[in-house]
């Protein structure tokens, strides 16, 4: 159960019993002070992914959708082998615009294989099992909500055939390097030999390029930041006032570190439930990061995890690299 509003109740018990009001007052009690962007996917954080997914700067989607698209039978063949029944976990499916492509594809060539869409928010996953069979009959789904490993170890619980996990759309940019290889490792721990890791990484380009995508002019990724803060004021029971936190995105092109940061106007305090935070002017709470790389750091990723590099898709502008991994 993911729904993490908090009842009357469970607002007055320790707060032991809320993993999201425990990483907020973690978070925002640091030095300097942080917020988790994995809980950036509210159902208005969904809302505005999905703007943002559209907007003109936003390319990543763009470019793996053009993968997808361009590269189907070529990505569908190498997840289908040698044509034994397959389990196709999607770890953060999202809307699931991009596997479509795969799904209607493996569909079409009656590959035997079930779809596990696994994600952090409520709200995708049942629109997933509820939409998905209507647009792709035939389909068959089992979503998972929930976090990544406990839905990857609940996969392996309910059936042993062979694994294609897909991990798409840069999500493993959102961890720092060392996390994101410690990340890889633990997806191989989670799988046998033979089984498969399809993985979409965003990679270094003109810096500008990439800068644009985090600060886009309509101001939907600055929405899309101090939205968490609003839900944070809805479901935590805080009085955030948003129009004293300004969005500040950067980009490193030397480590490829894209960072967010909201940052503090004024002095001020911000009470949550019954903690109380102090801000002063110009301090910071780091939100997120995007982190690009080249293709040899993928490449050395891969190898750091026991995973061997076996396919590498690109689009025409080779800003985004879907890549074929294997156990
Ligand atoms: C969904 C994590 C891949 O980091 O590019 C988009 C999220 N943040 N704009 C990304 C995001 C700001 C996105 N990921």
Known sequence: NMDTTLTNAELSKPSKTNQFYDDVITGLSATPKYLNSKYFYDANGDKLFQDLMNCEEYY????????????TADICNAIIGDGDAFDLIELGAGDATKSSYLLKYLLEHEANFTYLPIDISSNVISYLNITLPVTLPGLQITGLNGEYFD???QAASISNKRKVVMFLGSNIGNMPVNDAERFCLEVRNHLSAGDMLLIGIDLKKNPKTVLAAYNDKEGITKRFNLNLLERI????NADFDLS???HYPTYDPETGACKSYLISLIDQKVNINSKTINFLKDEYIFME?????TVSQTEQMAEKASFKAVNAFYDSKKWFLDAIWQA
């Open 233 to 236: 004021n809805r479901e935590l």
């Open 244 to 246: 004293q936190f300004e």
């Open 60 to 71: 990543p989607t763009n470019c793996e959708l053009e993968i997808f698209a361009e590269k």
């Open 151 to 153: 839905m990857l170890t």
């Open 289 to 293: 990061i995007s982190q690009k790389f």
